[in-house]
């Protein structure tokens, strides 16, 4: 396996473990607030976060994933984060079974509406990290809006941090 693959999926999980931190130091009204936006409330981003990245799970193992799990499914941030916690096990466990030739090949899967779609499977592995970096940065900006304090997951701070040994 792509060392530059675990790394990425490393990083993904230190980042996500930085976003639970800030969270769990809010209250359940700061978490549940309703901001505007693209998602209306933390709980309403992270969920979908946790969501996306167990679909993704599922998908890479063959099952199908066509729904994400709703705010109603996980209403308390503990039931994201045993969500979210569970599939960067998963993966992690799935990357390091993958065969070093398998992100060059073809990856089907079926979307959110039911379509079947394909791409190289290197960058449908490389965009569940992203994705999660894309969501995460509009969590640390409503932690702040709700007067949390968010941690930075810049990628830059966990080199340093892994450079360290941290």
Do not use: C
């Amino acid at each position: 396996m792509n060392d530059d693959l675990l790394s990425l999926y490393d990083y993904g999980r230190w980042a996500n473990s930085r976003v639970i931190h800030a969270l769990e130091g809010l209250t359940p009204e700061q978490y549940t607030q309703e901001l505007g936006g693209g998602w209306p409330s933390l709980r309403a981003t992270f969920v979908h976060l946790a969501g996306a990245t167990w679909a993704w799970n599922e998908r890479f193992r063959g099952r199908d994933a066509t729904t994400l799990p709703k705010e109603t499914d996980l209403p308390v941030l503990a039931d994201a984060v045993g969500v979210l916690g569970k599939a960067d096990v998963d993966l992690k466990d799935f990357l390091g079974s993958l065969a070093p030739e398998r992100p060059a090949q073809p990856f089907t899967w079926r979307n959110l509406s039911g379509q079947e779609r394909t791409a190289p499977f290197w960058t449908v592995l490389r965009h569940v990290v992203n994705h999660g970096t894309y969501h995460r940065g509009q969590i640390s900006s409503m932690v702040k809006r709700v007067g949390g304090k968010p941690l930075s997951t810049d990628m830059v701070v966990w080199g340093i941090e892994r450079y360290e040994g941290k």
